[in-house]
């Protein structure tokens, strides 16, 4: 199984803050990655997908990169709407597998 | 646009079954596969299985094999999670997602709002 991992766990940041996410894979899985935001008692959104698109309607301030192994989620300048836990899923092969996330909080 | 209500949740006692649907709409169904992810209780989220689009493959995480089945009518734009032999780590908030599609590639892209499965005695 492919186990991915994430980090920081849990960060503290400032409105306008430049904040960046990574997600490491155990095993090579392309770009087959997706970023999700979830916001207390929502679903999960979908940010990010094949590790670097945008999904439609999100805001541009949120960007992906990588390929392979590792992948980071950037938020550009971050906003109040973005206080939220973070997570990446790998669907390259099964079991598809998240990250354990990461708790975005306002310092 | 896209639509997904999950439905079905409740307490039930360990060892009892319970069974999840998903309703889907906006969206050619029959085209999609379609997938349940779970929330525990103030956990991460776990990938539980996934069903092809014409139902004839089916994956499973291993903490569920052999208790869950994931199934679909696709004349019914329904998708469902039959879960039996349930126990109190099955607890959680079981959403369903969809994609990829038969002409569109991406994953996971459209969640339900989730149902919430207590087992509890």
Sequence with gaps: DIQMTQSPSSLSASVGDRVTITCRASQGIRNDLGWYQQKPGKAPKRLIYAASSLQS??????????????????????????????????HNSYPFTFGPGTKVDIK | QVQLVDSGGGVVQPGRSLRLSCAASGFTFNTYAM??????????????ATISYDGNNNHYADSVKGRFTISRENSKNTLFLQMNSLRAEDTAVYYCARGPGYYDSSYLDHWGQGTLVTVSS
Aim: proline share 6%.
């Design chain 2, 35 to 48: 997938h349940w992810v779970r929330q525990a209780p103030g956990k991460g989220l776990e990938w539980v």
């Design chain 1, 57 to 90: 309607g999100v805001p541009s301030r949120f960007s992906g990169s990588g390929s392979g192994t590792e992948f980071t989620l950037t938020i550009s300048s971050l906003q109040p709407e973005d206080f939220a836990t973070y997570y990446c899923l790998q």
